[in-house]
């Protein structure tokens, strides 16, 4: 009789050959649990979590016993038990914290714990980076942004009366560092984080990096299954994978266009944002498609008051004329790193604003449960 019951399309079954140990597995469902076979007492072990993997929030730890099982344990599509004991604590440090919910102070030893934190993510090459960043004054931050904010703010930081909040590029600067803060409180005790975070080291990788964690995060308080695909040495990007909660793989395409982003903030438009979002459905048609459904989503960083609804208003332009050209996208979303005053000027909030919007040309009942509904209105 098997010990477990699932919805997997296949069994595991005893080397030995002659009994089932769980019907219906499967494998990403049933983590490092020890199982003995009654009939030749040869003891199985399921697969682990895999690297890269985030156990999922609803996961259940299964108590070592000896008891032996009268009736299979029915596993319903979705549902992951996992092995309680030494892989307990590790398994659980790959899921996201939630942040503290006070504001950022900005201060000297703000920033210089969050250079901490970058230079050893990045190998120890935050030197390296403020050396080929433009001067903290300039309004563009080249390609490495925390590097600019730290120089800016480290400038700006004590000045009588300063604040973030008087000046766009100071609080762009203040964003960085407090998206920085925000990353390493959601995801610094994550096992593997010295190796997924090495596209920080890329040029250009900084908000793409930040975006993808956030996106994670986000995928993951949805009640979603989420993982990382562990970059190789030299690679520049991370990349993240999700199925839903009932384990239905779905394809993302992350995209990070120039356009919207913080040196373009004066040359949007409703035409221009149109014009991005159609070409990244465009471009993501190689990764999500009717045979590969999934979401789309772009990552923008202008903080300017009506850009975020704009681009909203855009996405639901461009799929009023051509949504059913793309019937295999369920939904393309927006992430969007967000500062906003508190009641002290020395203090910064933080948060991502995330829009999520269902392709009414869908082929099939829309697979997407991100949010709440209101998220997709």
């Given at each position: 009789?098997?010990?477990?019951a699932?919805?997997?399309?296949?069994?595991?079954?005893?080397?030995?050959?002659n009994?089932?140990?769980?019907a219906?597995?499967?494998?990403?469902?049933?983590l490092?649990?020890?199982?003995?076979c009654?009939?030749c007492?040869a003891?199985?072990t399921?697969?682990?979590?895999?690297a890269?993997?985030?156990?999922?929030g609803?996961?259940?730890?299964?108590?070592k016993?000896?008891?032996?099982?009268?009736?299979?344990?029915?596993?319903?599509?979705?549902?992951?038990?996992?092995?309680?004991?030494?892989?307990?604590?590790a398994?659980?440090?790959?899921?996201?914290r939630?942040?503290p919910?006070?504001?950022?102070?900005?201060s000297?030893a703000?920033l210089?714990?969050?250079?901490a934190d970058?230079?050893?993510?990045?190998?120890?090459a935050?030197?390296?980076?403020?050396?080929?960043t433009p001067?903290?004054?300039?309004?563009?931050?080249?390609d490495?942004?925390?590097a600019?904010?730290?120089l800016?703010?480290?400038?700006?930081?004590?000045k009588?009366?300063?604040s973030?909040?008087?000046?766009?590029?100071?609080?762009?600067?203040?964003?960085?560092?407090?998206?920085?803060?925000?990353?390493?409180?959601?995801w610094?005790?994550?096992?593997l984080?010295?190796?997924?975070?090495?596209?920080?080291?890329?040029?250009?990788?900084?908000?793409?990096?930040?975006?993808?964690?956030?996106?994670?995060?986000?995928?993951?308080d949805?009640?979603?299954?989420?993982?990382?695909?562990?970059?190789a040495?030299?690679?520049?990007?991370?990349?993240?994978?999700?199925t839903?909660?009932?384990?239905?793989?779905?394809s993302?395409?992350?995209?990070s266009?120039d356009?919207?982003?913080?040196?373009?903030?004066?040359r949007?438009?409703?035409?221009?944002?149109?014009?991005?979002?159609?070409?990244?459905?465009?471009?993501?048609?190689?990764?999500?498609?009717?045979?590969?459904?999934?979401?789309?989503?772009?990552?923008a960083?202008?903080?300017?008051?009506g850009?975020d609804?704009?681009?909203?208003?855009?996405i639901?332009?461009?799929?009023?004329?051509?949504?059913?050209?793309?019937?295999?996208?369920?939904?393309?979303?927006v992430?969007?790193?967000?500062?906003?005053?508190?009641?002290?000027?020395?203090?910064?909030?933080?948060?991502?604003?995330?829009?999520?919007?269902?392709?009414?040309?869908f082929?099939?009942?829309n697979?997407?449960?991100?949010?709440?509904?209101?998220?997709f209105?």
């Amino acid at each position: 009789m098997p010990v477990f019951a699932g919805a997997g399309s296949g069994d595991l079954i005893c080397r030995c050959g002659n009994s089932i140990l769980i019907a219906g597995y499967a494998p990403q469902n049933v983590l490092a649990i020890r199982i003995r076979c009654f009939r030749c007492g040869a003891v199985t072990t399921t697969p682990g979590l895999p690297a890269g993997e985030i156990l999922p929030g609803d996961a259940a730890a299964v108590v070592k016993t000896e008891v032996p099982m009268l009736s299979p344990r029915a596993l319903p599509a979705g549902s992951v038990l996992f092995a309680q004991g030494v892989a307990t604590r590790a398994y659980a440090l790959t899921r996201p914290r939630d942040p503290p919910a006070e504001p950022m102070l900005v201060s000297p030893a703000t920033l210089e714990s969050a250079a901490a934190d970058y230079d050893r993510l990045t190998g120890g090459a935050l030197q390296a980076h403020i050396a080929a960043t433009p001067s903290a004054m300039e309004p563009w931050h080249g390609d490495y942004p925390f590097a600019w904010s730290l120089l800016r703010l480290r400038e700006q930081v004590g000045k009588p009366d300063w604040s973030w909040l008087y000046q766009n590029d100071d609080a762009m600067a203040a964003m960085h560092i407090a998206s920085m803060h925000h990353f390493m409180a959601c995801w610094g005790e994550h096992p593997l984080l010295d190796r997924l975070a090495l596209p920080l080291a890329a040029p250009g990788q900084f908000l793409r990096t930040m975006g993808t964690f956030a996106v994670a995060k986000l995928l993951y308080d949805a009640g979603n299954r989420v993982g990382f695909t562990v970059p190789a040495t030299g690679e520049i990007e991370l990349r993240c994978h999700f199925t839903t909660a009932a384990g239905e793989p779905l394809s993302l395409a992350l995209q990070s266009p120039d356009a919207l982003q913080w040196r373009e903030r004066e040359r949007w438009n409703p035409t221009v944002l149109a014009t991005v979002v159609t070409q990244a459905l465009a471009a993501a048609h190689g990764q999500v498609n009717s045979r590969r459904p999934g979401i789309v989503i772009l990552t923008a960083s202008i903080l300017q008051p009506g850009f975020d609804q704009a681009l909203v208003d855009s996405i639901h332009a461009v799929f009023r004329s051509i949504s059913r050209r793309h019937r295999g996208v369920a939904a393309v979303a927006v992430v969007v790193p967000k500062v906003f005053p508190v009641a002290q000027l020395d203090r910064v909030g933080f948060g991502y604003g995330f829009y999520p919007l269902r392709n009414p040309g869908f082929a099939g009942e829309n697979p997407i449960r991100i949010g709440s509904a209101a998220d997709f209105s």
